[in-house]
């Protein structure tokens, strides 16, 4: 993306305002063929158009000596202590405002003070613009002596000449001043139009003529600004590019590397990412350089909000899921979810995703972008463990679980959804729900898919008996006999039956499933006929023990 195309020119801040009102005032403030009197009137006069401030008292020093000038005012009190500390630094006044002596210096020679009083300290840039006025005055008064005697202090030759450098060098800083002023106000808008990183890279290109480049800390190209952006971007490898951000560091943050001029952008002792500008020739400016400076530092409170603002509401997200999903008030829900943009008044379902055999942390890295592939406004978090989310519509389970795979690389998860959430109230049964479809598929011969609780047919059924406690009887009327026996002996005779079951009685399929030898199989079966005095060749009995290990593995979906 280039710079050819800007959003509206923002208006300067009030601070920005001052401080060009300023300036301008300090451009204009003339000395030259003036007397003593007329400088402290102009100097006096200056002050106030510099900033909230007012000129207290004004010294002038006549043979050595600092008296009040003009020479009617009252002496200040705290004139001798001042006169001691070479007339510079903060000085007492009436009603506690603030208050400082600038000694109007003229190379070593101190020829006069201007004590100057606000309701507050100024700013920064306000203090500098007093102390060029105090440093321009001081030149005024030395060239003045020369002029006639006034003050009768005898001058070089070359005084003259002298004071016209000083008003050149002065005149240069307030031209880079201004210069500078240029700068804050165009990266400060560009950080207040809420454009981010692309505004601010607009507005470097915009001030330097340069193409601007931002990449991420890795190396990613995040915004791009100017012409000739190269195809494809050019990334350094993971060790190259820390040797790369170790040399910045070690060169206090700013290096050229080739045709580029690269600033880290690193609040405190973190490191965001770099800003580039390119420079094929070489022929970067001072005022170039402090815009790809002050750049990198607009770059940083931007980038360091955005993650600030990000960590804030994957916490409010968080938070929420917690609370639906164990039960909160519907109005509370519903404001929460408004303030992070989200919609609970649709229709909902939970999903919950458990990874097999690698980190949950990929996992929940890819479950949104999964969700956002197939078009699903969802929030996210982590409950019991599970990667959760709140879609506001029903996934298909093999396009999500596909989905999902294709972003971890590979098949290694397992998916439920859960039933339909009309209101919060609905949530926990729901994540329940879900769970149990979850657990259905992670129990099964094919453990790694999608499993959705409207689609679990016989399982509902189950689920619909469940709360009238005959599920539980049907299962101990067939099972009891094997639950107690894997009780006592710590074995597993209940599982091997059920996988038995769920493979048609296919003993190669069960063996495998069960990752056990097609002998230790046949002794299992054996032990559970004769334990249960059931006759596994039955199809009645076979219907019914399918159904009562269905409905264990139904009943308890943590194992």
Not at 327 to 352: E, K, Q, S, W
Not at 371 to 398: E, F, I, K, M, S
Request: one cysteine or more.
């Amino acid at each position: 993306m280039n710079g050819e195309s800007h959003g509206p020119k923002q208006r300067s801040s009030p601070i920005e305002q001052a401080f060009s009102a300023g300036l301008a005032a300090l451009s204009r403030v003339a000395f030259d063929n003036s007397d003593a009197g007329e400088i402290f009137r102009a100097a006096t006069a200056a002050v106030g158009g510099l900033g909230p401030c007012r000129v207290e008292a004004s010294y002038r020093s006549v043979n050595g000596e600092f008296i009040r000038f003009p020479p009617s005012q009252p002496e200040h009190p705290e004139t001798e202590r001042h006169r001691q500390s070479n007339w510079d630094g903060q000085i007492d006044v009436e009603d506690g405002r603030w208050g400082w002596a600038f000694p109007l210096r003229y190379r070593r020679a101190v020829n006069g003070c201007l004590v100057v009083s606000a309701a507050g300290a100024p700013t920064k840039d306000q203090t500098q613009l007093l102390t060029i006025l105090a440093q321009r005055t001081g030149a005024a008064l030395a060239h003045a002596a020369t002029q006639g005697g006034d003050w009768g202090v005898a001058q070089s030759k070359n005084t003259h000449a002298d004071l016209k450098e000083a008003n050149r060098e002065l005149a240069a800083t307030v031209a880079r001043l201004q210069r500078q002023t240029k700068v804050h106000e165009a990266l400060s808008r560009a950080l207040a139009a809420g454009t981010g990183s692309q505004g601010i890279a607009d507005a470097l290109y915009d001030l330097t003529g340069r193409a601007v480049a931002i990449e991420d800390r890795f190396g990613n190209l995040h915004c791009w600004a100017g012409p000739g952006l190269p195809h494809p971007y050019p990334k350094h490898e993971a060790r190259q590019r820390e040797l790369v951000l170790h040399e910045l560091a070690a060169q206090h943050g700013r290096a050229r590397l080739g045709r580029r001029v690269l600033v880290l952008i690193q609040p405190l002792a973190e490191i965001l990412g770099l800003l580039a500008l390119n420079d094929p020739d070489d022929t970067m400016t001072e005022d170039d350089w402090f815009a790809l400076r002050y750049g990198a530092i607009v770059l940083a409170l931007e980038l360091s909000h955005r993650r600030t603002v990000a960590e804030i509401e994957l916490n409010l997200r968080r938070d929420l899921v917690d609370d639906l999903l164990a039960g909160t008030d519907r109005d509370g829900a519903y404001a929460r979810a408004d303030a992070l943009n989200h919609d609970l008044r649709c229709p909902h379902y939970v999903v919950v995703m458990k990874s097999i055999g690698r980190s949950e942390n990929s996992l929940n890295a890819v479950a949104g972008r999964a969700a956002t592939a197939l078009q699903l406004n969802y929030l996210q978090g982590r409950h019991a463990g599970l990667v959760v989310l709140l879609t506001d519509g029903r996934p298909d389970p093999q396009a999500l679980h596909r989905t999902i795979s294709e972003l971890l690389g590979e098949t290694c998860s397992v998916v439920g959804i859960g039933s339909r959430c009309s209101v919060p109230e609905d949530f926990p049964q729901s994540f329940m729900d879900a769970r149990r479809a979850m657990s259905i598929r992670l129990r099964s011969v094919s453990p790694q898919g999608a499993a959705a609780f409207d689609e679990l047919g016989f399982y509902r059924l189950i689920d619909a008996a469940h709360g009238g406690g005959e599920v539980e009887s049907f299962v101990r009327e067939w099972l009891g006999v094997l639950l107690d026996y894997n009780d006592s002996k710590k074995a597993d005779l209940v599982m091997t039956l059920s996988d038995y079951l769920e493979c048609g009685g296919n003993y190669d399929e069960s063996a495998a499933a069960l990752h056990i030898h097609r002998s230790t199989l046949r002794y299992r079966l054996a032990r559970i006929a004769e334990l249960t005095g059931h006759d596994l060749r039955n199809v009645d009995t076979r219907f019914n023990l399918h159904a009562a290990t269905r409905a264990w593995r139904f009943l308890n979906p943590d194992g």
